[in-house]
């Protein structure tokens, strides 16, 4: 049985949420130019407005989700 685990996603994997969004965006045909300062920023800064889950398998992100915390 495959195992997929989603916790919340930390500093470390925001390089890994990068690609993901740059690869969603490039098959949208779009160029998502989002920085790692500015991931940083959205989810782990003070205050930080959003949240970032991780979906894991076998300890590889292979999804991401951005909430926001309040609109």
Do not use: C, W
Request: aromatic share 8%; charged share 15%.
């Amino acid at each position: 049985m495959t195992e997929i685990s989603v916790d919340l996603a930390t500093p470390r994997d925001l390089p890994r949420i990068q690609t993901l969004i740059r690869a969603l965006s490039a098959f949208h045909g779009d160029d998502a130019q989002v920085t790692l300062e500015q991931l940083q920023a959205v989810f782990f800064g003070t205050p930080a407005p959003a949240i970032a889950f991780a979906a894991r398998h076998n300890g590889q992100i292979i999804g991401y989700a951005g909430v926001l915390k309040k609109l």
